[in-house]
């Protein structure tokens, strides 16, 4: 059973940073596409940054240059480093986790639809 725990959300001061980490069970990381989504209140679940199983990342542009995706396959751990964080950056930020077909371009693949295992997420607050 695919089980993934976010943590190190919080409350931080606008410019600050958070990294948050996505600690996943049940499978081997390698094998798998992650992508970190929020969602604020009144607001559709979006895509913030993701990883292909083979190499790549993709970010929305209003997180590029601010926001990093990483993994540590050793560790099972996906993170998600955020710096220069907004107000608009508040939301409730999920880890998930699949094995995207083949030939998703890295492009489109950090579309939450993709995506069937989710961690319960946590909830970042930026304000001063």
């Known amino acids: 059973q695919l089980q993934l725990v976010e943590s190190g959300g919080g409350l931080v001061q606008p410019g600050g940073s958070l990294r948050l980490s996505c600690a996943v069970s049940g499978f081997t990381l390698d094998y798998y596409d992650i992508g970190w989504f929020r969602q604020a209140p009144g607001k559709e679940r979006e895509g913030v940054s993701c990883?292909?199983?083979?190499?790549?990342?993709n970010s929305a542009d209003s997180v590029k240059g601010r926001f990093t995706i990483s993994r540590d396959n050793a560790k099972n751990t996906v993170y998600l480093q955020m710096n220069s964080l907004k107000p608009e950056d508040t939301a409730v930020y999920y880890c998930?986790?699949?094995?995207?077909?083949?030939?998703?371009?890295?492009?489109?693949?950090?579309?939450?639809?993709?995506?069937?295992?989710w961690g319960q997420g946590t909830q970042v607050t930026v304000s001063s």
């Open positions: 998930a986790a699949d094995r995207l077909r083949w030939d998703t371009h890295v492009q489109a693949m950090c579309v939450s639809n993709l995506y069937n295992s």
């Open positions: 990883s292909r199983r083979g190499g790549g990342t």
